[in-house]
Nanobody, 131 residues
Framework: QVELVESGGGSVQAGGSLRLSCIVS????????MGWFRQAPGKEREGVAA????????HYTDSVKGRFTISHDNAKITLYLQMNSLKPEDSAIYYC????????????????????????WGQGTQVTVSS
């Protein structure tokens, strides 16, 4: 059974930083792509960033480019999201997600940030940014 567990959420003031982590557990499971999503109250879940675990290629949604950095530690099977220059509109529950290897290459799938493009999900961690 695959399990994703996020941590690192919290409350910060605008301009502050947070680092989210997501640990993946599961017998021999090795996703080839992972991503971060977020969902604010009353809004749909949106993709924030994705990374190919093989070569580290990354993709970001426009609203976080230059402020957020996604990274992955293959040895620890852990996904990270460094969030800098946080804004109140970044407030949401943040979810990590894993995409199992598929016929299409990770690079081809990298910009696909729809919820249906990922196979496993964590429970989420709350991020609140105050002005």
């Amino acid at each position: 059974q695959v399990e994703l567990v996020e941590s690192g959420g919290g409350s910060v003031q605008a301009g502050g930083s947070l680092r989210l982590s997501c640990i993946v557990s599961g017998h021999t499971y090795s996703p080839y792509r992972m991503g971060w999503f977020r969902q604010a109250p009353g809004k749909e879940r949106e993709g924030v960033a994705a990374i190919c675990t093989g070569d580290g290629a990354t993709h970001y949604t426009d609203s976080v480019k230059g402020r957020f950095t996604i990274s992955h530690d293959n040895a620890k099977i852990t996904l990270y999201l460094q969030m800098n220059s946080l804004k109140p509109e970044d407030s949401a529950i943040y979810y990590c997600a894993a995409d199992s290897p598929k016929e299409a290459s990770c690079r081809w799938r990298l910009p696909l940030l729809r919820t249906e493009d990922f196979d496993y999900w964590g429970q989420g961690t709350q991020v609140t940014v105050s002005s």
